[in-house]
């Protein structure tokens, strides 16, 4: 672990790094080069593996399809015998079935056979006709003039994946279609990458769980709930260690338990800037620490390192210092953390699709921060994509959160917006 790169390398080579003005981009490149991803890999059964990280590529050890095959049901026949003019008329000589070598002769000039979907080419033979473009005349089918053409409706050996060819890549997210991929391969398992760990808890004395009674001055604790949601949907063993009052001795308690079980810790509150309590001196003390100012709203302060189980050099785990408020925390989540699990995870994370849509209002914005406000983007009748903000946006009001559908991106360099302006979405489908 101690070969790991420290935050001042790390920090040398993000070009601009300023902690206490740090742009949301430059927060995501440094985070890119922090984490590492897991090592161990397991072999699990290729149903299991769905939402799993690919461990390695999986090479095709065979032709798929392994015949030239037909796409129709039909008449397969000789492309070279079709007449440039006029009707062709064909001898039908035999029958290819599904899952059956044809084991006829091979058809001669001027016949056919009569083929069903996926039946294996016919030596010889390389275009089909669907048998409802033809007539029958006793055993000789007609084919009108232009019904077909030379190669139509004939699947290619190989023509999905060739023999040796890489089917799936290592680090790919296994997805519904890939599972299938990997089946038409006659895989039964596949190597993933172990599941990722990630322990959570919130701090505050203000925070009280569901279940106890709320005192005076108190709140629900609802990051814990919002966190648990996001991690599930990540596919990650999420470990929820509950609210951690703001006091030393059970903060560290709590930071080392979680840095001993987990790869990764995720808190929320207690690392604004001047902060009264003891969250941000117990992460600096348990490791390596970096407490941010981002230029974003909502989320500025964040708290980014790597913190031990027990001193220097025993098992560590990266930390997430989230903001506490509600919305700042799902929104630095989403800017943040999802990709940092992701590639500890091992995955090779794609940037997200934005939906570009035309704002319905105008929003007031400040040029030299990454605003994400909360919306709801519909299709309109004109066909295109509009956006409006879900209400009052305080990083408080996780009402703006639940009804919205998107997250509004006002880019770094970007003003003010002007009702009707077009502004990058972020849709939440696909995302969480
Ligand atoms: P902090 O970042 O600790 O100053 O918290 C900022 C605001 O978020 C305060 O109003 C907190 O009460 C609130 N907050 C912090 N943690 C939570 C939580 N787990 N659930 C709900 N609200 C929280
Ligand atoms: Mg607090």
Request: with cysteine.
């Amino acid at each position: 672990m101690n070969e790991l790169p420290s935050i001042e390398q790390i920090a040398s080579c993000v070009s601009g790094y300023d902690p206490n003005a740090l742009p949301v981009a430059q927060a995501q490149e440094f985070i890119a080069r922090f984490v590492t991803p897991v090592a161990a890999v397991e072999s699990i059964a290729l149903r299991a593996t769905l939402g799993r990280v690919l461990a390695a590529d999986v090479v095709s050890p065979i032709d798929v399809p392994a015949h030239d095959n037909s796409a129709m049901d039909g008449f397969a026949l000789r492309g070279a015998d079709l007449a440039a003019e006029g009707d062709t008329r064909l001898r039908v000589v035999g029958t290819g079935l599904a899952g059956q070598q044809f084991d006829g002769a091979a058809p001669a000039r001027g016949e056919c056979v009569r083929i069903m979907t996926g039946a294996v080419m016919p030596p010889g033979l390389d275009t089909v006709v669907p048998q409802e473009f033809t007539r029958s005349d006793g055993d000789v089918v007609v084919i009108p003039a232009g019904a077909v053409r030379t190669g139509d409706n004939r699947r290619l050996a190989g023509e999905d994946l060739a023999r040796g060819e890489a089917a799936l890549t290592a680090g790919r997210l296994i997805r519904p279609a890939d599972l299938g991929l990997a089946a038409s391969l006659g895989r039964a398992e596949l190597p993933v990458r172990r599941r990722l760990r990630v322990a959570f808890f919130s701090t505050g004395d203000e925070l009280r769980s569901i279940g106890e009674p709320l005192d005076a001055g108190c709140v629900y604790d609802s990051n814990r709930y919002t966190i648990h949601g996001m991690l599930a949907r990540l596919g990650v063993d999420a470990i929820d260690m509950g609210v951690v009052r703001d006091d030393p001795a059970a903060l560290e308690a709590a930071f080392r338990a979680a840095a001993d079980c987990a790869d990764a810790v995720i808190t929320s509150g207690g690392v604004s800037v001047g902060e009264a309590d003891y969250t941000k001196q117990t992460m600096a003390k348990l490791g390596e620490v970096a407490f941010w100012r981002i230029a974003m709203r909502p989320g500025r302060p964040m708290a980014i390192g790597r913190i031990h189980a027990a001193g220097p050099g025993s098992k560590a785990a990266v930390l997430f210092g989230l903001p506490g408020n509600p919305v700042a925390v799902m929104v630095t989540f989403y800017a943040f953390v999802r990709d940092a699990l992701l590639r500890m995870a091992g995955a090779a994370p794609e940037p997200l699709p934005m939906l570009s849509a035309r704002s319905a209002e105008a929003i007031r914005k400040k040029p030299g921060r990454t605003e994400y406000q909360r919306g709801r983007v519909v299709r309109g009748a004109d066909g295109d994509w509009h956006v409006s903000l879900t209400g009052a946006q305080g990083s408080g009001i996780l009402r703006s959160m639940s009804q919205a559908n998107g997250l509004v991106v006002l880019r770094h360099e970007q003003g003010s917006v002007a009702a009707g302006e077009r502004v990058d979405v972020m849709p939440f489908d696909g995302l969480v």
